[in-house]
């Protein structure tokens, strides 16, 4: 069911948030190696795309997503509501938090050696929204008529040219379980009312089109029923991947 929080934690200002997900192993798969957790009472969200084998994606995914959690709890983020700054510091962090603890898990467990994951967060602070992300994991804003791409791909086709052939599309630059030498990439832009945010895996936009995603969103008349509606747009459409899907509406 979707979750609704009527005043905000940080802002001291009345809005409300509305929110749903939902995974899907697809049609081809055997296991689900996405994840995502909505905490609506911290206007914090997260979704991630295991990348590994075996358990080790599954294992990675979920590892990730509960460790950037503990690691934002209500009182850091009240204190990080003073700024843009420290919102983008905590977020940083707690993706570093999340890849030394899926790291040292594969150091330690080599029956997963290699494990990983995609991840974005999306903290909202201030009647701003907050997007960290590393992989291909995306995030989009609905606004008005307009879906737009907030996130980058970090992937090795997305680093070359328009129309260039035979590019894998699914090798990743950047991703929790390795080293990471530079900072997840981070995005900060203003709310209005009537908002969408989707946070979503590549098993989602692999499949379908952005303008079937901005109408699906449009014309559904519940996050819940929408983000059911996502997933089998995708898997009609062959479901190769795991699909997840997460929504959040903003009311100010």
Not at 18 to 25: I, K, L
Not at 213 to 236: F, G, R, W
């Amino acid at each position: 069911m979707p979750l609704n929080f009527i005043r905000s934690l940080f802002s001291g200002k009345t809005f409300t948030l509305t929110s749903s997900g939902r995974t899907d192993t697809g049609k081809l798969r055997t296991r689900n190696e996405d994840s995502f957790a909505l905490n609506p009472n911290l206007h914090l969200f997260f979704v991630a795309d295991g990348m590994g084998g075996h358990l080790g994606g599954e294992v990675a995914a979920n590892m990730a997503i509960e460790v950037a959690t503990s690691f934002l709890p209500a009182a850091e983020l009240n204190r990080a509501k003073r700024s843009d700054e420290e919102c983008r510091r905590l977020l940083i962090r707690s993706f570093r938090k999340a890849n030394h603890a899926v790291v040292t898990y594969g150091d330690k467990h080599p029956e997963v050696a290699g494990l990983g994951c995609t991840l974005i967060g999306c903290l909202i602070v201030n009647r701003q929204a907050h997007l960290c992300h590393v992989g291909d994991v995306r995030g989009y804003l609905l606004r008005g008529n307009t879906l737009r791409q907030i996130t980058t791909d970090h992937s090795l086709a997305a680093q070359n040219e328009p129309g260039e052939k035979n590019i894998p599309k699914n090798i990743i630059t950047r991703c929790i379980g390795v080293n990471l030498h530079d900072d997840p990439e981070h995005h900060v832009f203003s709310l209005k009312a009537k908002d969408i945010i989707l946070l979503c895996s590549d098993g989602l936009w692999n499949m379908v089109s952005d303008e079937e995603i901005k109408q699906t969103i449009q014309n559904a008349t519940d996050l819940d029923c929408c983000c059911e509606t996502l997933v089998d747009l995708a898997n009609n459409a062959g479901g190769r991947d795991n699909i997840t899907v997460a929504l959040i509406k903003v009311a100010l």
